[in-house]
Nanobody
Framework: QVQLVESGGGLVQAGGSLRVSCAAS????????MGWFRQAPGKEREFVAG????????RYADSVKGRFTISRDNAKNTVSLQMNSLKPEDTADYYC????????????????????WGQGTQVTVSS
């Protein structure tokens, strides 16, 4: 089992920045690719960003590319999402997820590929 706890959500004005983090406990953190997903009110949950076990590979949704940065610290068992130039359409609950993967440089982008999920943290961007 892997337990994931998100933190850092909140209210920010459009154009501002916010950093959300996820602390993992349980099984060996660096056996898992990590990802961030989000779900806006009335919408399906969608992929935001993913990072490989080693941290050497990342993938982003087109909607956040150039504005968001995912990173991980395997020594501290944490993964973070730095969000800059926030827009009202970024408003959503943000979820951290962990997926077991053998390839060190593989990035997971599909929800079913992830094995464990956090409870989510709310991000609200006001216009």
């Amino acid at each position: 089992q892997v337990q994931l706890v998100e933190s850092g959500g909140g209210l920010v004005q459009a154009g501002g920045s916010l950093r959300v983090s996820c602390a993992a406990s349980g099984r060996t953190f660096d056996n898992y690719a990590m990802g961030w997903f989000r779900q806006a009110p009335g919408k399906e949950r969608e992929f935001v960003a993913g990072i490989s076990r080693s941290g050497g590979s990342t993938r982003y949704a087109d909607s956040v590319k150039g504005r968001f940065t995912i990173s991980r610290d395997n020594a501290k068992n944490t993964v973070s999402l730095q969000m800059n130039s926030l827009k009202p359409e970024d408003t959503a609950d943000y979820y951290c997820a962990a997926g077991f993967i053998r390839q060190a440089m593989g990035v997971l982008i599909l929800q079913y590929e992830y094995d464990y999920w956090g409870q989510g943290t709310q991000v609200t961007v006001s216009s």
